[in-house]
C-alpha cells in the first residue's frame, strides 16, 4: 500500500509520466508496465494526452502478441472528453487484426466506448468507413450490421440513430451489392425506421440506389444486377401503406419488354423467373399508377407469350405439328397473379379495353391451358396420395408439394378471369411464400431476416433458384410440359 501511494506521488510530477511513456521503447518488462501504466494515470497529465495516446497506439502495433493485447484492452480508459472519436478511430482501424483474441479485444473495447459515447464512437467508425482502407471499411460496416442490434434502448437514442442514417446516405453514394445489403440491415434495425414514415424513407433510398429515373441497359449485367439487388431490398419494406408504384411501373415498362434479353453475373440464376417473381411480390403493393392501361397492356402481352394457342389439328383429328407446346407454370403464376393484382384497379381491362377478336383469342389460350392444368393437378394428386411425415420429405416429393401449389394458384387465378364480367376477388398465396398468415410487423421481420442472409449478396443467387430437376409423369397434356426445379415449374 505504502509502494502504491509513493508511486501515486511519483505520477503527480510530469517528469515521472514522461518516464512511464518512454519505456515503450524499452524491453518487453519495460512495455508490459507501460501499456498498464499510461493508461492507468492518463487523466492526471491532460497536457501529455496526445504523447501518451501515441505510446499507447505504439504498443498497440508491437511485435510481442501479449503486449499488443494488453495495449488493446486499456484502450478505452483514454475515451474521455474530445479523444473518445479519435480512440473509436484508432480502435475501427485495429479491427483489420488477423489475430482472433485481438479482433475480440477490439470489439468489445468498442462496445464499452459505445455506451459512453454512442455519436463519439460512431463517428470514429464512419470516418474510417469513408476514408480507410479496405479491409477496414469493410469490417466496419460488418460491426455495424451485427453490433447495433445488441446495443440497449439508452444507447441508441433517436438522435443517435438519426446520426446513423445521416452518415450512411454519405456511404450509400459509393457502395458495393454486398455492402448495401448490409447497409439496408443496418437502417431498417433502426426502430425509428420501422415506422410507416421510416419505411417510406428506406424505399425512396433504395429507389435512389437503383437509379429508377436511369434508362435500362438489360445487356448490361452489372445494370440488371443492380435493379434486383435494390428491389430485393425494397420488397420487404411495402405494406397497404408504403407502396410499390415507383418500382413495379418501372418493371412494367422498362424490365418486362426486355426479359429475353436480360443478362446476369450470378451463374445458375433463372434471371426471367426471378424478374417475374420480384414483380408478383411488389404488385400486391401497388398504389395509384399514372399509365395503368398502358402497364396492364404489357404485362397482358407478356403473359400471352407464355399461354400459347392450342395446336392446330389435322383433318384425321391428330395433331397437325410435331408436339404439343410447353406450358411454363412457373412463369404463368407470376404474370397472372400479378395481372391480377393490377387489374383489380381496372376491372373492365378484359372487356372495356380490348377488342372481341383479342378477348377471344385470350379465353381460348386460357382454356386450352386450364386443360393441361387440370390433367397435371390431379397427377400430381394421384403422385402425392396417402404421403405424410417423412414420405413428404424426399427431394422429389417437396418438388411435387411445390409443383402442386403452383398449378392450383394458377387453377384459381384463372377460374376468376373466366367469370363474365371478369372477377378479381381470389386471394392466393404466391407458391414460394409461406402459407401461414403472419402480421405485418412480422412478415416484415421474417424478410428482413431473409434478406440480409447470404444468398442475397451479389455473388450468388437465392437459393430459391437452385436447380431441383423433376420430369412429369407422362399423359397427353403431360409429356410435352418439360421439366422443372423447386423455383421453376414448366
Not at 192 to 220: C, I, K, Y
Request: proline share 5%.
Amino acid at each position: 500500500g505504502v509502494f502504491l501511494c509513493s508511486l501515486f506521488f511519483l505520477f503527480q510530477h510530469k517528469d515521472a509520466y514522461q518516464a512511464i511513456l518512454d519505456g515503450v521503447k524499452g524491453g518487453a518488462k519495460e512495455k508490459r508496465l507501460a501499456a498498464q501504466f499510461i493508461p492507468k494515470f492518463f487523466k492526471h497529465f491532460p497536457e501529455l494526452a496526445d504523447s501518451a495516446i501515441n505510446a499507447q497506439l505504439d504498443l498497440c502495433e508491437d511485435e510481442d502478441v501479449s503486449i499488443r493485447r494488453q495495449a488493446i484492452k486499456e484502450l478505452p480508459q483514454f475515451a474521455t472528453g474530445d479523444n473518445l472519436p479519435r480512440v473509436a478511430d484508432i480502435l475501427t482501424q485495429l479491427l483489420q487484426s488477423d489475430d482472433s483474441a485481438e479482433f475480440n479485444l477490439v470489439n468489445n473495447a468498442l462496445l464499452s466506448i459505445f455506451k459512453m459515447d454512442a455519436k463519439g464512437t460512431l463517428g470514429g467508425l464512419f470516418s474510417q468507413i469513408l476514408q480507410g482502407e479496405d479491409i477496414v471499411r469493410e469490417r466496419a460496416i460488418k460491426f455495424l450490421s451485427t453490433k447495433l442490434k445488441t446495443l440497449p434502448e439508452e444507447v441508441m437514442t433517436k438522435e443517435v440513430e438519426e446520426f446513423i442514417l445521416t452518415e450512411s446516405k454519405k456511404v450509400l453514394e459509393d457502395v458495393t451489392g454486398e455492402e448495401f445489403v448490409l447497409f439496408m440491415k443496418i437502417l431498417s434495425g433502426l426502430k425509428s425506421l420501422q415506422t410507416v414514415s421510416g419505411r417510406q424513407q428506406l424505399v425512396e433510398l433504395v429507389a435512389e440506389q437503383a437509379d429508377l429515373e436511369q434508362t435500362f441497359n438489360p445487356s448490361d449485367p452489372d445494370c440488371v444486377d443492380r435493379l434486383l439487388q435494390c428491389t430485393r431490398q425494397a420488397v420487404p419494406l411495402f405494406s397497404k401503406n408504403v407502396h410499390s408504384t415507383k418500382f413495379v411501373t418501372y418493371f412494367c415498362e422498362h424490365v418486362l419488354p426486355n426479359l429475353s434479353s436480360l443478362t446476369t453475373p450470378v451463374e445458375g440464376l433463372d434471371i426471367q423467373l426471378e424478374v417475374l417473381k420480384l414483380l408478383a411480390e411488389m404488385s400486391s403493393f401497388c398504389g395509384d399508377m399514372e399509365k395503368l392501361e398502358s402497364n396492364l397492356k404489357k404485362l397482358f402481352d407478356k403473359l400471352l407469350e407464355y399461354m400459347p394457342l392450342p395446336p392446330e389439328e389435322a383433318e384425321n383429328g391428330e395433331n397437325a405439328g410435331n408436339e404439343e407446346p410447353k406450358l411454363q407454370f412457373s412463369y404463368v403464376e407470376c404474370l397472372l397473379y400479378s395481372f391480377h393484382q393490377l387489374g383489380r384497379k381496372l376491372p373492365d381491362f378484359l372487356t372495356a379495353k380490348l377488342n372481341a377478336e383479342k378477348l377471344k383469342d385470350f379465353k381460348i389460350r386460357l382454356q386450352y391451358f386450364a386443360r393441361g392444368l387440370q390433367v397435371y393437378i390431379r397427377q400430381l394428386r394421384l403422385a402425392l396420395q396417402g404421403k405424410t411425415g417423412e414420405a413428404l420429405k424426399t427431394e422429389e416429393n417437396k418438388i411435387k408439394v411445390v409443383a402442386l401449389k403452383i398449378t392450383n394458384n394458377i387453377n384459381v387465378l384463372i377460374k376468376d378471369l373466366f367469370h363474365i364480367p371478369p372477377s378479381y376477388k381470389s386471394t392466393v398465396t404466391l407458391s414460394w411464400k409461406p402459407v401461414q398468415k403472419a402480421d405485418a410487423s412480422q412478415k416484415r421481420a421474417s424478410e428482413d431476416t431473409t434478406s440480409s442472409s447470404p444468398p442475397k449478396k451479389a455473388s450468388a443467387g437465392p437459393k430459391r433458384d437452385a436447380r431441383q430437376i423433376y420430369n412429369p409423369p407422362s399423359g397427353k397434356y403431360s409429356s410435352n410440359l418439360g421439366s422443372f426445379s423447386y423455383g421453376k415449374l414448366g
